[in-house]
Antibody, heavy 119, light 110 residues
Framework: EVQLVESGGGLVKPGGSLRLSCAASGFTFSNAWMTWVRQAPGKGLEWVGRIKSKTHGGTIDYAAPVKGRFTISRDDSKDTLYLQMNSLKTEDTAVYYC??????????WGQGTLVTVSS | QSALTQPPSASGSPGQSVTISCTGT?????????VSWYQQHPGKAPKLMIS???KRPSGVPDRFSGSKSGNTASLTVSGLQAEDEADYFCSSYAGSNNYVFGTGTKVTVL
């Protein structure tokens, strides 16, 4: 059974940093393209970024609102995906989900972790 | 990148059908067959219901179907059931290694 478990969320002040983790199991993590999607309270979904598998070059892409502030990485030896978030803004407040990406869709989702940016 | 446009709400009685639209542009919905649909119950993570415009993942009831015409994709739920009451979001590949989601539609089973 595929499982994705996010952790690392919490309350942080504007301008601060936070690192999210996503522990994966039930599939071959090293072969998977992994993404982060976020959802602000009461709002819709927003794609944050993606990291391809190393066999596909390990390319990383970001949405415009987070480019230059967020960094996606992966540790295939630990089956874990990361999201380093710097220079956080109040508009980054959201539940952050990690997902597997497969042919243009996000087929498995974690339960999400809440990040609140507030002074 | 602008969000795809969905109606805020849709409703139907049990057993009826409801269709949700998802309108984008030729740079996203109209340009690629990578449109997907997600169901989200309150407080839960989204669940993939339709991939690649019209493909149903294993375990998704065949009451759910997807289609696309030009820059608009659609999700139809036939034979509405109480458990179908949820928020539904569409998503499309938007080129340049980027994705865009829809604004979301709340489906109410009357």
């Amino acid at each position: 059974e595929v499982q994705l478990v996010e952790s690392g969320g919490g309350l942080v002040k504007p301008g601060g940093s936070l690192r999210l983790s996503c522990a994966a199991s039930g599939f071959t993590f090293s072969n998977a393209w992994m993404t982060w999607v976020r959802q602000a309270p009461g709002k819709g979904l927003e794609w944050v970024g993606r990291i391809k598998s190393k066999t596909h070059g390990g390319t990383i892409d970001y949405a415009a609102p987070v480019k230059g502030r967020f960094t996606i990485s992966r540790d295939d030896s630990k089956d874990t995906l990361y999201l380093q978030m710097n220079s956080l803004k109040t508009e980054d407040t959201a539940v952050y989900y990690c997902n597997t990406e497969n042919r243009g869709s996000f087929d498995y989702w974690g339960q999400g972790t809440l990040v609140t940016v507030s002074s | 990148q602008s969000a795809l446009t969905q109606p805020p709400s849709a409703s139907g009685s049990p057993g009826q059908s409801v269709t949700i639209s998802c309108t984008g542009t030729s740079s996203d919905v109209g340009g690629y067959n990578y449109v997907s649909w997600y169901q989200q119950h309150p407080g839960k993570a989204p669940k993939l219901m339709i991939s690649e415009v019209s493909k149903r993942p294993s375990g998704v009831p065949d009451r759910f179907s997807g289609s696309k015409s030009g820059n608009t994709a659609s999700l139809t739920v036939s034979g509405l059931q109480a458990e179908d009451e949820a928020d539904y979001f569409c998503s499309s590949y938007a080129g340049s290694n980027n994705y865009v989601f829809g604004t979301g539609t709340k489906v109410t089973v009357l």
